[in-house]
């Protein structure tokens, strides 16, 4: 693993503003990648995982999206800063995509290899015939019969869009995988197959990943790394067997609580007390005090700091040793 992080995100700061509300979307988060590595993303629905990899891609709709301080630096060179001509250029052959819901991923008028194609001939230049070869080429390792070029995407299953999809994503080897939640809506055999393929393929290219779920068994079974994040703001981030071994946010440690245990005696799951807070009104102090079982007086008023080398936590309660 190469020392320089092919991704660095750095104080993000993204609002929604609309003529009633400031929604705070994302509040400071920091997260690194290097390299070949593979980050799992994790937290509620709301928690701010999307508007983080739509800000990476520099996708984040203006109106309403706005990123109002931060930086995101991709081998180096400040996206957030650059013109739009060259990020088009980043997109597809430095960071790619793949988005969450693969029904709607597609266009429904245009064959699945129509599309494809467009995106090869979008960041390369070569030929029609040469894009079709590598599309061909692609799809067959991806699992999808180089004959189905000319099919549209209602002729597919939903397994074998997503297939599509990711083939979409990795065509022009892009070294930074985005997978926003790839396995939404797919039966659960098919969400195991592709995220073996996702790792397959990650392996085989060396490409970085930057996994978002909500699923910690998935987390376990595809990541390097782990960054738990609620209400905007990343609350424990380390390498997974640090986070899944000593789990020491309170918020960590609710989600935890509430898996089914495959071993061990049969307990009823405790699930985390309350909803997740209004991103357009925050409490003050820890943002998760309001749910927090350990909430203090301190936690109220006052916002942890990120503490910790390596298993970095946000809670004031974590480094006084009293987490039980």
């Known amino acids: 693993m190469s020392q320089q992080p092919i991704l660095e995100i750095k104080d993000l700061h993204v609002n929604y503003v609309t003529e009633d509300a400031t929604v705070q979307a994302v509040n ?6 290097h390299s070949g590595e593979s980050l799992g993303l994790v937290g509620e629905t709301g928690a701010g995982k999307t508007t983080t990899c739509l800000s990476i891609m520099q996708l984040v709709p203006d109106p ?3 990123i109002t301080a931060g930086k995101i630096l991709f081998k180096g060179e400040d996206m957030i800063y650059n013109t739009d001509k060259r990020n088009e250029e980043i997109r597809g052959n430095g960071i790619s995509m793949i988005f969450q819901d693969p029904m709607t991923a597609l266009n429904p008028v245009m064959t699945v290899g129509e599309q494809l194609s467009e995106v090869v001939r979008a960041h390369q230049k070569v030929s029609k015939a040469e894009a079709k070869r590598k599309v061909i080429e ?9 004959d189905r070029y000319d099919d549209y995407p209602h002729q597919f299953s939903g397994g074998m869009k997503q297939r599509v999809v990711i083939t979409m994503a990795l065509l022009c080897r892009p070294e930074l995988l985005i997978a926003d939640e790839p396995t939404t809506a797919l039966d659960v055999t098919i969400q195991a197959q592709v995220l073996e393929l996702i790792k397959k393929l990650q392996r085989e290219m060396g490409t970085s990943l930057l996994l978002i779920t909500h699923d910690l068994g998935v987390v376990a079974e595809t990541c390097d790394r782990v960054a738990i994040m609620y209400a905007g703001e990343i609350v424990e981030h380390g390498t997974v067997e640090e986070v899944f071994r000593d789990t020491r946010h309170p918020y960590t440690q609710g989600l935890f609580d509430s898996i089914p245990k495959m071993t061990g005696p049969c307990h009823r799951l405790t699930p985390i007390e309350g909803l997740p807070p209004d991103p357009a009104d925050l409490p003050r102090g820890c943002c998760f005090h309001p749910r927090c079982r350990y909430c ?4 109220r008023t006052e916002k942890p700091e990120a503490r910790g080398e390596g298993h ?13």
């Open 28 to 33: 400071g988060i920091d997260l690194t990648i």
């Open 138 to 146: 692609a799809l067959e390792v991806v699992g999808v019969k180089g």
């Open 296 to 299: 203090m007086d301190r936690c």
């Open 64 to 66: 309403p999206g706005l």
């Open 312 to 324: 970095i936590v946000k809670c004031h309660r974590a480094w006084k040793g009293e987490m039980t």
